[in-house]
């Protein structure tokens, strides 16, 4: 038993893209008893390329050849999320732990059916949403959880990005694709802030929302409100422009409380403010350079018997039914 709780994890990686370059692949080498075997892309030279400057001994352009590649203990779904659910199913009926990335799938529909499908066949579903390990979100949720701003009463979340222009409608990004995202940038932004939220203050039990495409650049929405309500009473709002002027840029949640005021930003560098009636402190705790290790590390802790992953499918399909609920479908 004492062997197996120190074994090495050896992953495969399927869509070896821009999100694994940095934040995320080369966690796998870094992590102790995590070893990255095998990478997957469409694109054969692309895989070959990652492989080769990342130091990975296999690649393949079949997803399923990686799944069943016999040293590949682990799976580790980097495709965008029009794939997750097909992916996982298809790494749960190989019998492998399977890490999906963010947004978990198109809906909460998905969402169940792979949370089901891991269940059934005994393994494992982690989702990307890292901020749960990350130093700067933790602090926040201890300054929460130690009463530093008496109970929450109120959240408010506001993140207005700069319009993308010059896009081309013929080749649009796929985060901006419903068909591909799910929705736009609400989907692809919107839920790291809604997840954090889950993990901070307990699960959102009920939520709706209006949206809007007012500058028509894409087919998905470009303007988000939303409201919801968190099992503990405490009560959100949303703003989620992605059309505003550039000086008009804002990300910043908001955590109204009893006795003081906390805010953070969610994507930008920059500290965390703590008002009460003591005074205003800051705290600035910048991420790790690759942002997922720490998550990544405790995936590979929970699988081999040292500990427990924060962020496992179930959280991950709560957070998709709050932004269904939002865009109202």
Excluded at 245 to 262: V, Y
Aim: proline share 8%; aromatic share 10%.
């Amino acid at each position: 038993m004492a062997e197996e709780k120190t074994k090495t994890i050896r992953w495969g990686i399927i869509g070896c893209g821009d999100v694994t370059e940095v934040k995320s692949g080369p966690a796998f080498q870094k992590v102790p008893n995590s070893q990255l075997v095998a990478v997957m892309r469409r694109n054969a030279e692309k895989a070959r390329d990652y492989a080769q400057r990342h130091g990975v001994p296999k690649w393949y352009n079949d997803a399923q050849a990686l799944i069943q590649d016999p040293e590949v203990d682990a799976v580790y779904i980097a495709t965008p999320p029009d794939s997750h659910a097909a992916y996982t199913l298809q790494v749960a009926a190989a019998g492998k732990p399977v890490y999906v990335e963010k947004p978990m799938a198109l809906n909460y529909a998905q969402c169940q059916e792979m949370v089901q499908a891991c269940r059934a066949a005994r393994v494992p579903l982690f989702v990307a949403y890292y901020r749960r390990c990350l130093p700067s979100f933790l602090k926040v949720k201890e300054l929460v959880d130690s009463g530093a701003i008496g109970q929450v009463r109120l959240v408010n979340v506001r993140l207005f990005h700069p319009a993308q222009l010059n896009l081309n409608p013929q080749d649009l990004p796929w985060r901006v694709r419903p068909e591909v995202a799910g929705g736009g940038l609400f989907f692809d932004l919107a839920s790291h802030q809604l997840d954090f939220l889950d993990f901070l203050l307990g699960p959102i039990t009920a939520a709706s929302g209006q949206v809007a495409n007012q500058a028509g650049l894409y087919p998905a929405e470009d303007l988000v409100t939303g409201q919801f309500r968190f099992r503990n009473g405490a009560l959100g709002t949303g703003s989620w422009c992605f059309t505003v002027a550039p000086a008009q840029f804002k990300d910043e949640t908001e955590l109204i409380g009893s006795q003081g005021r906390i805010t953070f930003p969610s994507f930008a560098q920059e500290p965390i403010r703590l008002e009460t009636a003591k005074g205003t402190q800051e705290f600035f705790l910048p991420p790790p350079a690759h942002v997922q290790q720490p998550f990544i590390q405790t995936i590979v802790e929970e699988l081999t018997g040292q500990g427990t992953c924060p962020s496992p499918g179930e959280s991950g399909a709560r957070t998709a039914w709050v932004m269904d609920q939002i865009v109202g479908r």
